[in-house]
């Protein structure tokens, strides 16, 4: 497998301290892991990142929330809350281009590590956060989980059977889309500084950060005035049919393929009545243009659905994308896992850890030159202390001892 | 409100030939406009990107969608079926650093501007693309728009009621998602080029990138050997009551509190019975653990649900967010618009067009030393031509009207 993928160096050189937990702050620094910056996360040497869910005296079975978040990086454990940590950690500070946290809000202050305080031992220092409510919000010092930032950014409204309630998206946009848009502003900044040397503050909140993911959402409400509203699988401002999902063979909960004929191209509706066998209705003007379809939208349904629900959503999938038509198949977590194709592209990647068993997870899905990055493992708590404070620090082994015999690191 | 927002420069002098069209292209290339580069959008003359909507004959009523994508960037009309025209986009590369393009597969190299081709005009190019289905993919030649790479790619089978079908997430991660993680890959590219000049090859496909956003997903696959499910608004795989949406006044389609105790926080649950009135439960047998509430589920909500009911959602989100649990209204796109603080935070920004009407949109929500980037008008069709073509490759006025008068821009 290592042959689809590539050591990414994009970033080489770039050091980041990484004081990050949980999602929305570590997807940010694992994107820029996987291309290739030093990033180090500073953790408590007693459980580290809560998202790494170490349950004292119980087997840690439970390591691949840990793992998605935190390919790549290295850990160095410091205890924040004594002087000589801290100040650990401040002499990484004058090494880093990059110091990044999502802690609640207040809590990097009231350890000492506030913009001010970094911005000083630092100038060049760019130094990023992430909240779930923005500065200046009347929610400013509100917790926020991805749910909370979803339901309060607006993914929840429009999301859900039309005359149903709101729904939650099944995954974390809150956390790993906040993450991507803090990890493109710290590019951004890192490109400049090569240039001037100058630092930053970046922050960015999971509400505000949410509407840039509904953009589309908003632009439908320019159109119409109203709210965007939510449609079940439909898409509420298309006025187009047959699009949407159909059931497919054997019937189970995902067995389902969406099939999206467009208004600008008529000749999808003819060619999909083709494939079905439904020849006869070609040139039927009660089907004739797509105010017609909209109008006769279950009839419309149930011409497809006859055919779609005696083949398997691959087969679907297959027949109807051959025929011009965009069509995709609901494939689930297990489907995708399963099918080796992403693995031979280099799209999913096991990870080989030195602790927990084998992983097989989503790498960056971008290719350069052909490949992908290639994914190296999470690291162990404290795996990497004496090695980074030796690089970063010029520190040796006896300097680490004594530290580690203080409880400090 | 000019004083809340600030022109970030980070990526100034950073030159983008922009032929990308829709959303998942155009997407990328705005976030690195927001940052400070030069997007020329290379069009058509006669259309435009197909995203502008524009109706020949008829009132151009839908800027909307165009607007949300293209913020900030500059238009060149280019016919690229001419030969002159094609020698001008390639004189244009010569000058660039980054070249992106989001065509239906196969089209940039029937279009003359194949990796090779341009890697032979610019070895230094960055060389961007974005499909749906991956290179080596079965369904790599499959057209794809971001529903049809949302089903393929998971997040229809992990969104939706537990007993229901899979339904869509109500807005365009496979579009936007997907811009956001090339940007963040060309970022890596274009830092790498600062130092070493050298150009690369960057592609990604929709379906895999959505994977990305579902790494939570595949973790509770690690840890359950299931695919991972959907359960309304409620989160498979976190056993903890209350959780989820709770429906209060006056019980319009989004009066909806979405409330999150935290397992590991068991005194979220009496401070959350003591807000709602019901201290005699504090302490009763019934509830004490969450494995009690979760097998008590439907009661624990309706306890809360009676007190939300009676409360507004934005009333219901302050009361129980200030009793210290996490807890988020469900805005939607209306609402979203019509909360001033965004504007007065800069996260929402008015863009003023020189011939469209105004039209608040969401701008790029990571703020640089406290502000965000400032908006620009979407650039009118073609409205840069002589500018650009003045700036990049030195042509006067005479040299532009005399490409004009022949069609090629």
């Known amino acids: 497998m290592s042959e689809n993928t590539a050591e990414v160096k994009f970033l080489a050189g770039v050091k980041i301290v990484d004081l990050t937990q949980f999602e929305a702050g570590p997807s940010c620094t694992e994107a820029l892991a996987w291309l290739g910056a030093d990033v180090v996360k500073i953790e408590n040497p007693k459980m580290g990142d809560p998202g790494r869910r170490l349950r004292p005296g119980q087997p840690d079975n439970d390591p691949y929330y840990f793992h998605v978040f935190n390919a790549n990086k290295r850990s160095v454990t410091v205890n924040l809350k ?33 913009y001010d305080v970094v911005k000083a031992i630092n100038p060049g220092i760019i130094y990023a956060q992430v909240k779930g409510f923005g500065e200046g919000s009347p929610y400013e010092k509100n917790l926020a989980f991805d749910m909370i930032a979803q339901a309060a950014g607006g993914t929840f409204s429009v999301t859900g059977e039309k005359d149903g309630p709101p729904t939650r998206p099944g995954f974390s946009l809150g956390d790993t889309g906040t993450g991507m848009l803090m990890a493109i502003s710290i590019l951004g900044a890192l490109y400049k500084r090569r240039e001037t ?181 999470s690291p162990v708590l404290g795996a990497n202390t004496a090695e980074v404070l030796g690089e970063w620090l010029g520190m040796d082994a006896a300097g680490v001892a004594a530290l580690k015999s203080e409880g400090v690191v």
């Open 82 to 114: 004594s002087p000589k940590g801290l100040d650990l950690v401040k002499d990484m500070i004058r090494q880093a281009d990059v110091v990044i946290e999502n802690f609640a809000p207040g809590a990097i202050e009231r350890l000492g590590l506030s």
């Open 197 to 377: 040397g100058e630092g930053h503050r970046l922050q960015v909140a999971m509400q505000d950060a949410i509407m840039h993911y509904m953009r589309i959402n908003f632009a439908t409400q320019g159109l119409t005035g109203k709210a965007a509203e939510r449609g079940g699988s439909k898409v509420p401002g298309i006025n187009n049919a047959p699009m949407g999902l159909y059931p497919c063979a054997p019937g189970g909960p995902n067995d389902y393929v969406f099939i999206m004929t467009s208004r600008a191209n008529p000749e999808h509706w003819d060619r999909l009545l083709k494939l079905v066998g439904r020849e006869d209705l070609i040139g039927d003007a009660r089907y004739a243009t797509p105010a017609d379809r909209v109008a006769r939208e279950a009839e419309v349904d149930g011409i497809i659905a006859a055919w779609t629900k005696t083949r398997t959503k691959h087969d679907a999938m297959t027949a109807v994308g051959e025929a011009g038509i965009p069509a995709g198949a609901v494939l689930d977590t297990m489907e995708l896992h399963n099918d080796v194709t992403f693995e031979e592209r280099g799209i999913m990647q096991t990870m080989i850890h030195p602790v927990h068993k084998p992983f097989k997870m989503p790498a960056w899905p971008v290719r350069v030159d052909g490949k992908p990055a290639r994914i190296k493992h």
